[in-house]
């Protein structure tokens, strides 16, 4: 993937495109192990999320399970909240999965920043220093959701704080797109969230 694209390997991406085409929702089990993790304002932020994204997360989150208990370290439930809700920015913008495929193309070939620049100006719309779902009032249709998809880190970074979550859990949501020496999480936990998601 081109650098500064953010959006994760080639091969993640595919795998997450196969699984938008052909996902399935969480079963009644996983519903249920996702609601003793978070709590009521997280697990509503939870199921505002799509059924393909709910289904990656629950993965993600068993991955992490798994490699966290390899490594010697049992993970908490603060671990797995992380897992659980680090795409919950995507649940504020519906582009469906080929507006998903173009916009992550566009980002592999132009780098995330110059495409959010491509798309928001002229619009007073400057996200270096940051933006959100308030910020994005200038951007109307398309351009809005491509500017929204493209923050999807950022905006779950601030669903997740307004919604009393943790420092680890909306710091990963916003950091899960950085390069590792931008984590703020420890090491082994970024790492092992890091590789469930299959980045």
Same mark, same amino acid.
């Given at each position: ?23 399935? @929702?969480?079963?009644?089990?996983? =519903?249920? &192990? *996702?609601?003793?993790?978070?709590? =009521?304002?997280?697990?509503?932020? &939870?199921?505002?999320? /799509? ?10 989150? @068993? ?11 049992? $993970?908490?439930?603060?671990?797995? !909240?992380? !897992? ?9 913008? #519906?582009?469906?999965? &080929? ?6 193309? !566009?980002?592999?070939?132009?780098? @995330?920043?110059?495409?959010? #620049?491509?798309?928001? /100006? ?5 996200? *270096? ?37 943790? =420092? ?11 390069? $590792?020496?931008? &984590?703020?999480?420890?090491? =082994? ?11």
């Amino acid at each position: 993937m081109a650098e500064g694209s953010g959006f994760g390997s080639l091969l993640h991406l595919a795998g997450r495109f196969f699984g938008s085409l052909f996902g399935r @929702r969480p079963s009644a089990g996983e =519903e249920a &192990w *996702v609601a003793e993790l978070l709590s =009521e304002a997280e697990l509503a932020l &939870w199921r505002s999320m /799509s059924k393909v994204d709910r289904s990656h997360a629950i993965l993600v989150a @068993r991955r992490a399970d798994v490699l966290l208990k390899e490594a010697g370290r049992d $993970p908490d439930g603060e671990v797995l !909240a992380a !897992a659980l809700l680090h795409d919950v920015g995507k649940s504020l913008v #519906r582009v469906g999965t &080929w507006g998903r495929v173009a916009i992550t193309l !566009a980002a592999l070939a132009l780098g @995330r920043k110059r495409l959010l #620049r491509l798309v928001a /100006s002229g619009d007073g719309f400057g996200l *270096v220093g940051g933006a959100g779902p308030g910020g994005f009032a200038p951007l109307k249709g398309i351009r809005r959701k491509v500017a929204g998809y493209i923050c999807h880190d950022w905006i779950g970074g601030q669903l997740l704080r307004a919604a009393g979550s943790s =420092e680890l859990v909306f710091w990963w949501a916003e950091d899960h797109h950085k390069p $590792p020496g931008r &984590w703020r999480l420890p090491a =082994e936990v970024a790492s092992a969230l890091k590789a469930a998601d299959g980045d």
